[in-house]
């Protein structure tokens, strides 16, 4: 069965501090890796990722995928209280369509 | 283009009942996957469809089952509720359901069952 594994499970920081959210997967027939954000309901999308240390940037946020060690983070500089949400990866791979295999979540607070 | 939507938002409904929710993809996205999300378990596959077909099923019993309608939106039906299907359901749309495409959630269906 196809496994995602994230830490820390959760993490507690102040506005300003920088953090870095780490996911492990298996790597059978492996296709790509997602980061989605999720606060109050639907998970929103971050980041895909799919060529081993291309790091991909959206202001604040970045990632990088290692695929020899099967691994990747999820960066969050200078933190708001507005980062404070669930932070999920998920593996898409195998020969399943339309199956993504998500990770427990991280939970991250930011305090003013 | 308009996101993900998903009906009704909040359900309650009593052990025994069924249920069925709704999920309208964004518009020329034709795989439509649908996800259980609860405390204890995180986030789990149900089921996926294209082109009105199921093409893949994750590990849930029988009771629940899905459609989709030839414009791709999609129906999920959970007969014989029972507590432990209290939940937030997901629904994910994408182009085609190819491995690697990103998913794009819609804001769930919130079921209690009591």
């Known amino acids: 069965e196809d496994k995602v594994v994230q830490s820390p499970l959760s993490l507690v920081v102040h506005e300003g501090d920088t953090v870095t959210l780490n996911c492990s997967y298996e790597?059978?027939?492996?296709?790509?890796l997602l980061w989605y954000k999720q606060e109050k309901k639907a998970p929103t999308f971050l980041f895909m990722l799919t060529s081993s240390g291309i790091e991909k940037k959206s202001g604040r946020l970045s990632s990088i995928l290692d695929k020899k060690e099967l691994f990747s983070i999820l960066n969050i500089t200078a933190t708001q209280t507005g980062d404070s949400a669930i932070y999920l990866c998920?593996?898409?791979?195998?020969?399943?369509?339309?199956?993504?295999?998500f990770g427990q979540g991280t939970i991250l607070t930011v305090h003013p | 283009k308009a996101g993900v939507t998903q009906t009704p938002r909040y359900l309650i409904k009593t052990r025994g009942q069924q249920v069925t929710l709704s999920c309208s993809p964004i518009s020329g996205h034709r795989s439509v996957s649908w996800y259980q999300q609860t405390p204890g378990q995180g986030l789990q596959f149900l089921f996926e469809?294209?082109?009105?077909?199921?093409?893949n099923k994750g590990n849930f019993p029988g009771r629940f089952s899905g459609r989709q309608f030839s414009n791709s939106r999609s129906e999920m039906n959970v007969s014989t509720l029972e507590l432990g299907d209290s939940a937030l359901y997901l629904c994910a749309s994408s182009e085609n359901g190819e491995r690697g495409e990103t998913q794009y959630f819609g804001p769930g269906t919130r079921l209690l069952v009591l």
């Open positions: 998920a593996r898409a791979g195998g020969t399943s369509y339309g199956k993504l295999t």
């Open positions: 790597v059978t027939n492996f296709r790509s």
């Open positions: 469809y294209f082109s009105e077909t199921q093409r």
